[in-house]
């Protein structure tokens, strides 16, 4: 049978102080999918993490993860999932390997087998040249995969993420995705939530759309995004592109460090950032013009 992943019935929650955090949220993951909750600032994205992960008392409703009531077995749960929290929570005076493996030591990894696992994870994760480094000397993307690295230490089969690419630059965000996308190609359950459409769109299967406490919408990816035609983006580049000929775009120069660009279904941001980047152009950053969520909210409730 195919268990569901994650199924959560009617969970509320209500926050000391009178928040209506969640009121009365369905959903389902299947085991294998890579699932992403998407909304704004402050829809509950946390509040269901939280409540998966036991750190947040639930108001009403049911969860179950891998079948299991969260109520019943919560400890046996936890070793079935990793967790990688919004914020930073290791010990930034202890040293990049040790934080891994004596994550390991809670679910009684031998410290020889915590070692090669943790060889491994680092050096995919690009950290094992950080091993011995105390992890305060870490930069903020370098800490995001080292808080991975410790999620992924007594192998989960679902993996929840908190915003993983919060305060992530442009190229280590692509690099991370890679990461992510082949650990759920090797079976691993992916739950993660994002406020970026593009992260929902280059990485998940599955999305629910969630405003203020409520499902709004569940479907794949693709077909959600069918509802948003064209969208334009500001790209900020590292030279002054007006030299450069790309015909298969619709794009303009705004200044010298400023291109916008405007993509469709087909012709997705992706491939304009490589045409920038065989033309020796890397791009710094870049960010939808007018808000994309919004827009698709607005097809949503217009729907
Ligand atoms: P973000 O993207 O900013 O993390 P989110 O979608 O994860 O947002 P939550 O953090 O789940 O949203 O917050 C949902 C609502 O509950 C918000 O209105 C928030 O202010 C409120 N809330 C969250 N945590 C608490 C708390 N500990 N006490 C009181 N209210 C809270």
Same mark, same amino acid.
């Not at 750190?55 to 019943?72: L, P, Q, R």
């Not at 891994?100 to 690009?126: M, P, S, W």
């Given at each position: 049978?195919?268990?569901?992943?994650?199924?959560?019935?009617?969970?509320?929650?209500?926050?000391?102080?009178?928040?209506?955090? !969640?009121?009365g949220?369905?959903?389902?993951?299947g085991?294998?999918?890579?699932?992403?909750?998407?909304?704004?600032?402050?829809?509950?994205?946390?509040t /269901?993490?939280?409540?998966?992960?036991g750190? *947040?008392?639930?108001t009403?409703?049911?969860?179950?993860? @891998?079948?299991?009531?969260?109520?019943?077995?919560?400890?046996? /749960?936890?070793r079935?999932?990793?967790?990688?929290?919004?914020? &930073?929570?290791?010990?930034?005076?202890?040293? *990049?390997?040790? /934080?891994?493996?004596?994550?390991?030591? &809670?679910?009684?990894l031998?410290?020889?087998?915590?070692?090669?696992?943790?060889?491994? /994870?680092?050096?995919?994760?690009?950290?094992?040249?950080?091993?011995?480094q105390?992890?305060?000397?870490?930069?903020?993307?370098?800490? %995001?995969?080292?808080?991975?690295?410790?999620?992924?230490? @007594?192998?989960?089969?679902?993996?929840?993420?908190?915003?993983?690419?919060a305060?992530?630059? *442009?190229?280590? %965000?692509?690099?991370?995705?890679?990461?992510?996308?082949?650990?759920?190609?090797?079976?691993?359950?992916?739950l !993660?939530?994002?406020?970026?459409? +593009?992260?929902?769109?280059?990485?998940? =299967?599955n999305?629910?759309?969630?405003?203020?406490?409520?499902?709004?919408?569940?479907?794949?990816?693709?077909? !959600?995004?069918?509802?948003?035609?064209?969208?334009t983006?500001? $790209?900020e580049?590292d030279?002054?592109?007006?030299?450069?000929?790309?015909?298969d775009f619709?794009?303009?120069?705004l200044?010298d %460090?400023?291109? +916008?660009?405007? $993509?469709?279904?087909?012709?997705?941001l992706?491939? &304009?950032?490589?045409?920038?980047?065989?033309?020796?152009?890397?791009?710094?950053?870049? =960010?939808?013009?007018?808000?994309?969520?919004?827009?698709? &909210?607005?097809?949503?409730?217009?729907s």
């Amino acid at each position: 049978m195919n268990m569901e992943a994650i199924k959560i019935e009617n969970l509320k929650k209500i926050y000391k102080g009178g928040t209506h955090a !969640l009121k009365g949220i369905d959903l389902q993951v299947g085991t294998g999918d890579f699932f992403a909750l998407l909304g704004a600032n402050g829809a509950g994205k946390t509040t /269901i993490i939280g409540i998966l992960t036991g750190t *947040v008392n639930k108001t009403g409703g049911k969860a179950f993860i @891998h079948g299991m009531d969260i109520d019943k077995v919560h400890d046996t /749960i936890k070793r079935d999932v990793g967790i990688v929290p919004q914020e &930073f929570n290791f010990n930034i005076f202890e040293k *990049v390997e040790d /934080i891994v493996v004596t994550q390991a030591g &809670f679910y009684g990894l031998k410290r020889h087998e915590a070692l090669k696992r943790a060889e491994k /994870i680092l050096k995919d994760l690009n950290l094992w040249d950080k091993r011995h480094q105390k992890s305060m000397s870490l930069s903020g993307g370098m800490k %995001r995969r080292l808080m991975i690295a410790r999620a992924l230490i @007594h192998e989960p089969k679902l993996l929840i993420l908190d915003e993983p690419t919060a305060g992530v630059d *442009v190229e280590l %965000r692509h690099g991370m995705w890679e990461y992510l996308t082949e650990l759920n190609k090797s079976g691993v359950t992916i739950l !993660l939530t994002t406020h970026y459409i +593009e992260e929902a769109e280059q990485l998940c =299967r599955n999305v629910a759309i969630i405003k203020e406490g409520e499902i709004v919408k569940t479907g794949s990816v693709k077909e !959600l995004l069918t509802t948003i035609d064209k969208q334009t983006y500001v $790209v900020e580049v590292d030279q002054i592109a007006s030299h450069v000929k790309l015909d298969d775009f619709k794009w303009s120069v705004l200044d010298d %460090r400023t291109v +916008e660009v405007e $993509v469709d279904q087909k012709k997705t941001l992706n491939n &304009f950032i490589t045409c920038l980047d065989k033309e020796g152009i890397l791009v710094r950053d870049l =960010r939808p013009k007018g808000n994309r969520l919004e827009k698709l &909210f607005l097809n949503i409730l217009n729907s």
